[in-house]
């Protein structure tokens, strides 16, 4: 090897030293960029569940249209037997097949499906959104049911129509507590990192009567500021 080959080796060479701190300049970008990748997806995830959500509503909105201005039920009468609102909706507005949604272990299809969740409905009738009972069933004073026109509805602006959940309906409670009567249980948050479902800093989104879709921390959701004996709707 000359005197000129030797050098150019040299020049080329490249200690230990100099190999572990491009490792560990490498592994510390990979260390920064990853959260920020994981919240991009999640944030994309939540604007996709929110289109998913919006187009949910709109089928209800054509469900109403078709029925002189009711209300999509909980439960909808499909030749003589009963469908959960999922269904209802599947069949009637958006030619969708009954076989979609009664397998058992599988995820809910189409735009009923949030891309946020692995949660698989193990029931009839899925869904990953859940419909406010209180305000898709309505109870008047006597316990008796009671259908709604979406006209009928003082402030659609502010009434929960569908939110993310793990049952197909958000439960609700026949109690009076102050500021109103909740349907908000079974939320479902998927929106915020890797906190627990059921974690009240977790982010959920929901779909209101007039159909805009908002997120938020599930302990910032406002109950439905109304009771049984004082409905947001007109008498």
């Keep these: 090897m000359n005197l000129s080959t030797r050098r150019l080796y040299v020049l080329r060479a490249f200690t230990l030293i100099e190999l572990l701190v491009v490792i560990s ?6 260390g920064i960029l990853l959260p920020a990748l994981a919240a991009a997806r999640k944030s994309a995830q939540s604007i996709q569940c929110a289109a998913n959500q919006r187009q949910v509503f709109v089928a209800m909105a054509a469900y109403s249209q078709n029925h002189n201005d009711w209300i999509a039920p909980t439960i909808m009468k499909v030749d ?3 469908r959960f609102w999922p269904v209802g ?4 507005v958006l030619n969708m097949q009954v076989t979609d949604f009664s ?3 599988i995820r809910p299809p189409g735009i009923f499906s949030c ?3 692995s949660h698989t409905m193990d029931g009839g009738d899925k869904s990953d959104w859940g419909r406010s009972n209180w305000i898709c069933r309505i109870y008047d004073n006597a316990g008796t049911d009671v ?3 979406n006209g009928d509805m003082i402030s659609p602006v502010s009434l929960l129509a569908i939110a993310d959940s793990d049952n197909r309906e958000l439960s609700y409670t026949t109690s009076i507590p102050d500021g109103g009567l909740p349907s908000t249980f079974n939320l479902w948050g998927r929106h915020k990192g890797n ?3 059921d974690n009240p800093n977790n982010l959920v989104n929901i779909a209101y009567f007039d159909g805009h879709v908002v997120s938020t921390a599930i302990k910032e959701v406002p109950l439905e500021h109304s009771d049984r004996f004082d409905p ?4």
């Design 232 to 235: 947001p709707w007109q008498p």
């Design 80 to 82: 003589g037997n009963n």
């Design 25 to 30: 300049i490498i592994s510390l970008l990979i």
């Design 147 to 149: 259908e709604i026109r």
């Design 103 to 105: 397998t058992n272990d």
């Design 89 to 92: 909706l599947g069949i009637e």
């Design 115 to 117: 891309p946020s969740t």
């Design 195 to 197: 906190l627990a479902p």
